[in-house]
């Protein structure tokens, strides 16, 4: 997601390329920036990463292994996979908002699952080789997050 490109009337959000490379067994993570030039261009996207400490050292172990995600106002609540079935719940800080749309997405961006609710679920199948998540909420608040995948299908970099 590049924030800029939405002031200068593109789609700054590439999510076909990255569900392109995913789908090519390339495990690749997603990045937000805001790519500001003008001050109305700052904090309007943003990299959540779920690191023990704010070290370098923790902050990178918790980028290279994907343990973050991409927001431009919604933060995670619960993301849980417990080897079969991934749940997740979005929300929106300060807000009494608690529905969001979720889309499950896979295999050449293809939409798994889609629902509209407080929290939402997907049970995997052995097809699935890759497995990421949308949210989306009022005034276009996103989040998108890493994908979990299937062992032996992806290999690390």
């Not at 509209?116 to 997050?145: H, K, N």
Request: include cysteine; aromatic fraction near 16%; glycine fraction near 10%.
């Amino acid at each position: 997601m590049n924030m800029l490109i939405f002031r200068l009337g593109g789609s700054g959000v590439a999510t076909d390329k990255w569900d392109s490379l995913l789908s090519q067994n390339k495990l690749v993570w997603g990045f937000g920036n805001d790519d500001f030039h003008f001050w109305c261009d700052l904090g309007r996207s943003f990299n959540y990463i779920c690191s023990q400490s704010n070290d370098y050292i923790s902050v990178k172990k918790a980028i290279d292994c994907g343990s973050f995600y991409v927001s431009s106002g919604l933060t995670l609540d619960e993301f849980k996979f417990d080897g079969k079935t991934l749940k997740i719940r979005a929300c929106t800080p300060r807000s009494y908002i608690s529905t969001f749309q979720y889309r499950f997405l896979g295999k050449n961006g293809r939409i798994l699952k889609e629902n509209f609710g407080e929290c939402a679920e997907y049970t995997v199948t052995d097809d699935d080789t890759y497995i990421r998540v949308e949210a989306y909420g009022e005034q276009g608040f996103t989040l998108f997050t890493q994908p979990i995948y299937k062992k032996g299908v992806f290999e690390r970099p």
